[in-house]
Nanobody, 122 residues
Framework: QVQLVESGGGLVQAGGSLRLSCAASGRIFSINDMGWYRQAPGKQRELVAAITSGGTTNYADSVKGRFTISRDNAKNTLYLQMNSLKPEDTAVYYC????????????????WGLGTQVTVSS
C-alpha cells in the first residue's frame, strides 16, 4: 500500500558529497518518524539518522556533523545530505518510515525501501 523509493546513490571520492532522496507514495494519510539506515558487507544494518514529523533529528555518532537529515512533509519525501564522505560510509542506504494510512485509524505501519548504493573511494 505504501512504497518507498530511494535515489541519489553513486560513486564518489573521499571528501565528496551526495544527496539521497526517498519518495513515499501510496496510501498515506501522514508519516510519523522517518529514518535512514545503512548496511555494509559483513555488518549489521545500522541507523544513520532519524527525524520525527515535527523535525526533531537524531544522528549516529559516526556521521554527526557531516550528514543532515531533512524532510518535506508536503511531498512525502525524505532527504539525507552527506558531506565529507569517508570510505567507511560505503554501504547500501535504506529509507524507513512509519506511515499512518487513514484519518480513522491512528495505527502506523513500518515500511522499507529497497536501498541505494553509496560507494566512497579513497
Amino acid at each position: 500500500q505504501v512504497q518507498l523509493v530511494e535515489s541519489g546513490g553513486g560513486l564518489v571520492q573521499a571528501g565528496g558529497s551526495l544527496r539521497l532522496s526517498c519518495a513515499a507514495s501510496g496510501r498515506i494519510f501522514s508519516i510519523n518518524d522517518m529514518g535512514w539506515y545503512r548496511q555494509a558487507p559483513g555488518k549489521q544494518r545500522e541507523l544513520v539518522a532519524a527525524i520525527t514529523s515535527g523535525g526533531t533529528t537524531n544522528y549516529a555518532d559516526s556521521v554527526k556533523g557531516r550528514f543532515t537529515i531533512s524532510r518535506d512533509n508536503a511531498k512525502n519525501t525524505l532527504y539525507l545530505q552527506m558531506n565529507s564522505l569517508k570510505p567507511e560510509d560505503t554501504a547500501v542506504y535504506y529509507c524507513n518510515a512509519d506511515v499512518r494510512r487513514s484519518m480513522s485509524s491512528s495505527t502506523a505501519y513500518n515500511y522499507w525501501g529497497l536501498g541505494t548504493q553509496v560507494t566512497v573511494s579513497s
